[in-house]
């Protein structure tokens, strides 16, 4: 939905990867039985935008049927629904078996990665109402155990050239503007913000990825920085910039001395706890065997980084120094406390905040997928429920007076 601010207008959505379906027919069902339920609930006079999530298969079949595609335009336009945003991240299966460490691959090395993100590109061009900007998240390069060398980022760097690339022939060819925007998550390559704002100041605005683009395209070094400036950047995750521990503010401004786009925030957030045993204990519940949980544990200002819970609970020792967790599990936004847990719902606020100070974005999702996976006790309410509780609550930080707070 579009919320008119004193200093522009942004958009937002909840991003459907809440859904299982993993085929175009599946997802098409999950979108009619859903998307509408939550608009009326949310924006029952207004156009309700959609952060779309395909897998790579679904998408393949959406984008060879002219068909199905015009009849999907046609159920948006009935139903006044509008795509602006797609999570690109999760390339194969998202739900009901195990995705761990598969959910970065294939990565930004590969082929595969490459055409299907420009298959979403082509999507969202055909989709996007006129005006509108698109975006793309993304994997954050490639997990940091497949890829941490020198010539790994290189690799990184020339598929990202190749797929901005595309998007420069998308703008020219059809008028329409698609971003992509890479997601920073614990354990990959662009951990951090630090991180992230080195990778493009060194490989992709100079470097492997300007010098590619440059060939690619047939612009000069200076014209290809411009063109990698205007469609690349960075998705904000508000839970995994919370538990590397980020300042809001400070990795903010790092972004923007670095020139750096955010053309999205996902509205995300995780668990955090003192570590004692009754916090563990309740930790114990989140579990599963579908996602991966990183925890950035905090003992003396030290960071230490662990790849899921079971290692974090493995390595723990007491020890005089309290240690305090942050942990890589999506939970419900409106949350500020789960018993004896806390969560990272004050990082939002304070992002959110500082938007209100001066824009971020102009397209916020929020990204809470883990709905299947969350402890009983904490999926009492029904799907759109819970969604339309979320949406809420985060109008009502976009927007102060507006929403609902909890």
Request: net charge negative; hydrophobic share 45%.
């Amino acid at each position: 939905m579009r919320i008119d601010e004193p200093r522009g207008p942004v958009h937002l959505t909840y991003c459907t990867n809440i859904h299982p379906g993993e085929s175009w027919s599946e997802v098409r069902a999950d979108l009619h039985h859903y998307l509408p339920a939550v608009k009326r609930k949310v924006a029952p006079g207004e156009p309700f935008g959609v952060g779309l999530r395909l897998a790579a298969a679904a998408a393949a079949d959406l984008a060879a049927s002219r068909e199905q595609l015009e009849e999907f335009r046609d159920w948006l336009a009935a139903n006044a629904l509008y795509v602006f945003t797609f999570n690109g991240f999760p390339y194969g299966a998202f739900h009901g078996e195990r995705v761990k460490q598969a959910v970065y691959r294939p990565d930004w090395r590969t082929q595969a990665r490459l055409d299907y993100t420009n298959t979403l590109a082509d999507l969202c061009a055909e989709l996007l109402p006129a005006g509108l900007a698109g975006s793309i998240s993304t994997v954050p390069g490639a997990f940091r155990r497949d890829a941490g060398g020198p010539a790994d980022r290189e690799a990184i760097a020339r598929g990202l050239a190749e797929h901005v690339a595309h998007l420069v022939g998308l703008e020219r060819q059809r008028g329409v503007t698609v971003r992509l925007a890479i997601e920073p998550e614990p354990c990959c390559v662009l951990e951090t913000i630090a991180e992230s704002v080195a990778f493009f100041s060194e490989h992709l605005f100079a470097g492997a990825g300007r010098a590619h683009l440059a060939k690619l395209a047939g612009l000069t070094p200076a014209a290809a920085e411009v063109a990698l400036r205007r469609h690349l950047g960075v998705c904000l995750d508000l839970c995994h910039a919370a538990v590397e521990f980020e300042e809001p503010r400070e990795c903010i401004a790092a972004l923007r001395g670095a020139g750096i786009a955010i053309p999205k925030v996902q509205v995300s957030a995780g668990l955090r706890l003192r570590v004692d045993e009754r916090s563990l204990a309740a930790l114990a519940a989140f579990g599963d065997d579908v996602y991966l949980h990183q925890v950035v544990e905090r003992r003396d200002g030290v960071l230490t980084r662990y790849l899921d819970l079971a290692d974090a609970r493995a390595a723990f020792k007491p020890a005089t120094q309290p240690a305090e967790w942050r942990v890589h599990y999506h939970v419900p936004v409106f949350r500020a406390a789960m018993e004896e847990l806390g969560t990272t719902r004050g990082f939002i606020e304070e992002v959110l905040a500082l938007h209100r100070e001066e824009p971020l974005s102009e397209q916020f999702e929020v990204e809470t997928y883990t709905f299947t996976v969350l402890p009983e006790a904490w999926r009492n309410d029904d799907l759109v429920t819970h969604l339309v509780r979320e949406l809420l609550w985060t109008i009502g930080e976009l927007r102060p007076c507006a929403g609902e707070r909890h």
